[in-house]
């Protein structure tokens, strides 16, 4: 399983930004898909999530109403959408992939990719 996560860049303050991670090897809609961001010198932490079964969405408090999951299952490629982007959303951004929600919201995902930089700064 390969996840290739691109997309990232520098943005002003109130950008917006897609980020897509293009999975290969797997069966894709057998996976929980979700995006994490890891910011220097603080721990990673879990932006958003789809689920595979019901499609249902989930968000960090921080980035609610900003940032949009989404899925491509013929592409086989998950998507976010950055809105209003603020200094605060720097950070390396990554995509991960499990077959099971919880383990994939815990952080403990079975496969991850490689990572794309966030900027933002004026």
């Known amino acids: 399983v390969q996840l290739q996560a691109y997309g990232g860049g520098l943005v002003q303050p109130g950008g917006s930004l897609r980020l897509s991670c293009a999975a290969s090897?797997?069966?894709?809609?057998?996976?929980?898909l979700g995006w994490f961001r890891q910011a220097p010198g603080k721990e990673r932490e879990g932006v958003s999530y789809?689920?595979?079964?019901?499609?249902?969405?989930y968000y960090a408090d921080s980035v609610k109403g900003r940032f949009t999951i989404s899925k491509d299952n013929a592409k086989k490629t998950v998507y976010l959408q950055m809105n209003n982007l603020k200094p605060e959303d720097t950070a390396v951004y990554y995509c991960a992939a499990d077959s099971i929600l919880d383990d994939l919201k815990r952080g403990q995902a079975d496969y991850w990719g490689q990572g794309t930089q966030v900027t933002v700064s004026s």
């Open positions: 090897g797997v069966p894709f809609s057998s996976y929980n």
């Open positions: 789809i689920s595979r079964i019901d499609l249902s969405t």
